[in-house]
């Protein structure tokens, strides 16, 4: 189920397990969450991150995910930022070069 959700759908999803048997949906998502537990610690090694308790699953979710949200809205920021100034600066190069010329003539 889980392969046929990545193939069919352009959705980024995550999957949470504590045992053997989500070692494959845990690989297959895009974000994997294992839980160390009584059923061993396959499903924490195959993750991308690893919890203890599966209580710890909703500040990871809520609060780090909010945190990563804000962050990448900052770069993207600087990124239109940085770019609307070196075009701006290129804008400037030009017409002072071209007034130069204008001048010489």
Do not use: P
């Not at 895009?30 to 537990?37: D, K, L, Q, S, W």
């Not at 780090?64 to 990124?79: D, I, P, Q």
């Amino acid at each position: 189920m889980a392969r046929h959700l990545t193939r069919c759908f352009l959705l980024v999803w995550s999957a949470a397990g504590d045992g053997a048997n989500d070692v494959d949906m845990i690989r297959t998502a895009h974000v994997g969450v294992g839980i160390a537990g009584a059923e061993g610690v396959q499903a924490a090694n195959a993750s991308d991150y690893s919890i203890g308790r599966f209580r710890f699953l909703q500040r990871l979710l809520l609060v780090h995910g909010r945190w990563n949200y804000s962050r990448m809205s900052r770069l993207v920021l600087y990124t239109f930022y940085k770019n609307l100034i070196f075009v701006c600066a290129q804008v400037r190069g030009h017409t002072h070069a071209s007034l130069l010329c204008a001048c010489t003539r």
